[in-house]
């Protein structure tokens, strides 16, 4: 059967749903995100103003992003529309049941919440990061943990017009090298940056409250006059940071 977007995770509770519409007006003020910092996967980066982040990735024909409302659109795209075969997998397709309440830890801020790892889990591996870990007998597409984990027995025909290999684990037709990331890495760093802004240490929300692990876009963004120190322009922040091999310390420094 035609792999469907709407029964790609039957156990998605709807807080998912309650999540992107809390998100959306907390990514409205984000300003001046540029293509040149975003990767999508199987898709390109496109502007759009119409957006609340300023960009969306579209995705190439047969490949989808794992998303619930419009908000989402800056996932990469990872889930292949193709034939999958899901009688020789553990991957159930049947209609979602009743959500359960959310527990005491859910967290918006959880990357794993946003993504689909098939036959997996997914794990974090930062407050931003996640890659899937595929169940023995899956195997992420093109050997990469941003993909979903399939069996080779799900996979049908129809799924080597996207390159997606038919023999054994090995993909043997893996992304182009601007794709090899799916770009859930980079676009998931907007929850490092919300994380930041709601940090309970620091009733300003500044980013002095969660030190930075890297040079990221978002812990730089629309930080209030009363944290902002030094107000450099983006690409002069991310040349400096890229350029220099700032210490996480030093890039504290520049943004707060």
């Avoid at 963004?221 to 009363?226: D, E, G, K, M, N």
Wanted: glycine content about 6%.
């Amino acid at each position: 059967m035609i792999l469907q977007l709407a029964n790609i995770n039957p156990l998605l509770p709807q807080r998912v749903a309650a999540a992107a519409d809390f998100l959306s007006p907390l990514f409205a003020p984000v300003l001046n995100v540029t293509c040149s910092h975003v990767a999508c996967g199987r898709g390109t980066c496109e502007a759009s103003t119409n957006d609340t982040l300023g960009f969306i990735c579209k995705c190439s024909s047969g490949w989808s992003q794992y998303f619930v409302q419009d908000e989402l659109r800056f996932l990469p795209c990872v889930i292949p529309n193709c034939n999958i075969n899901y009688s020789c997998s553990k991957i159930s397709t049947a209609p979602a049941p009743s959500p359960s309440p959310p527990s005491a830890n859910f967290s918006i801020f959880d990357p794993c919440l946003w993504a689909y790892c098939g036959g997996g889990k997914c794990v974090n591996a930062s407050y931003f990061d996640y890659k899937c870990e595929c169940d023995e007998g899956y195997y992420n597409l093109f050997n990469s943990t941003s993909y979903p984990c399939y069996r080779e027995c799900s996979l049908g025909a129809s799924c080597s017009d996207l390159g997606i290999s038919m023999t054994n684990s090995s993909y043997s037709s893996p992304p182009a090298p601007e794709q090899a990331n799916a770009g859930v890495l980079t676009n998931f760093d907007v929850f490092d940056f919300l994380r930041a802004r709601g940090a309970t240490s620091d009733p300003m929300g500044c980013l002095g409250a969660v030190a930075p692990s890297e040079c990221k876009v978002f812990e730089y963004l629309h930080q209030s006059p009363a944290c902002t120190q030094t107000r450099e322009s983006i690409d002069e922040f991310l040349e400096r940071c890229e350029k220099f091999k700032l210490s996480p310390a030093e890039k504290l420094n520049i943004i707060t």
